[in-house]
């Protein structure tokens, strides 16, 4: 019930052990969830003592125990698919890709086999991880290097936003190989041609 989960979340403050303890009932772990992400201030800058709760319990969960793609699909188990699960699917997922302490493992196993169709509704948030991903793939790899499907996984839902974002990033910083550059000055010509000119200058 709503008032288990609010006393689960409330008595888990600063207290790992019980944290842990609920984590290991799914039906538990996802119903006070659900609570804290419904209550944590998300859109409030003014804290209360519920919101340190909720923001403490969502961020334990985050760091400590999330270890792999397959441990969000536990936690949103008890997730239906009305508007409000939705809604706070998709606030855990940006507070979670935006905390700097999370296990950048799971960041790049998110992309594997169906992890993000089994967490599902993941168009409004898959952005944050994409850039992510991107960010690593440009820094360590070697001019001229890199395709589109090296840069972008295939079968994911996106906005073309997305897409031109990480290609003209890759562009500027010149990673992208003829093959990319090809594709990215046909795709998005109009990006390609703003960038181009910048950079002859």
Same mark, same amino acid.
């Given at each position: 019930?709503?008032?288990?989960?609010?006393?689960?979340?409330?008595?888990?403050?600063?207290?790992?052990?019980?944290?842990?303890?609920?984590?290991?009932?799914?039906?538990?772990?996802?119903?006070?969830?659900?609570?804290?992400?419904?209550?944590?201030?998300?859109?409030?800058?003014?804290?209360?003592?519920?919101? $340190? !709760?909720?923001?403490?319990?969502? %961020? *334990?969960?985050?760091?400590?125990? @999330?270890?792999?793609?397959?441990?969000?699909?536990? =936690?949103?188990?008890?997730?239906?698919?009305?508007?409000?699960?939705?809604?706070?699917?998709?606030?855990?997922?940006?507070?979670?890709?935006?905390?700097?302490?999370?296990?950048?493992?799971?960041?790049?196993?998110?992309?594997?086999? $169906? !992890?993000?169709?089994?967490?599902? %509704? *993941?168009?409004?948030?898959?952005? @944050?991880?994409?850039?992510?991903?991107?960010?690593? =793939?440009?820094?360590?790899?070697?001019?001229?290097?890199?395709?589109?499907?090296?840069?972008?996984?295939?079968?994911?839902?996106?906005?073309?936003?997305?897409?031109?974002?990480?290609?003209?990033?890759?562009?500027?910083?010149?990673?992208?190989?003829?093959?990319?550059?090809?594709?990215?000055?046909?795709?998005?010509?109009?990006?390609?041609?703003?960038?181009?000119?910048?950079?002859?200058?």
């Amino acid at each position: 019930s709503a008032k288990t989960s609010e006393i689960d979340v409330m008595n888990s403050y600063r207290n790992p052990k019980l944290t842990q303890s609920i984590w290991r009932s799914k039906e538990r772990i996802s119903s006070a969830l659900f609570y804290a992400l419904d209550n944590c201030g998300f859109e409030d800058s003014a804290k209360t003592s519920k919101s $340190d !709760a909720c923001n403490y319990f969502i %961020d *334990y969960i985050s760091v400590f125990l @999330i270890k792999k793609p397959i441990d969000l699909i536990y =936690i949103f188990s008890g997730f239906g698919c009305g508007k409000k699960d939705k809604l706070l699917k998709s606030r855990f997922m940006k507070m979670y890709f935006s905390n700097y302490l999370v296990d950048n493992y799971v960041i790049s196993a998110i992309f594997e086999e $169906d !992890a993000l169709e089994n967490i599902g %509704d *993941y168009e409004e948030w898959v952005d @944050i991880p994409l850039r992510m991903r991107a960010k690593e =793939i440009i820094e360590r790899s070697k001019d001229g290097s890199l395709s589109c499907d090296d840069l972008i996984p295939k079968n994911i839902r996106m906005e073309d936003y997305i897409q031109e974002y990480i290609l003209a990033w890759a562009f500027e910083e010149n990673k992208l190989s003829a093959e990319g550059i090809a594709y990215f000055s046909e795709k998005f010509n109009k990006k390609f041609l703003m960038l181009s000119r910048i950079k002859s200058r």
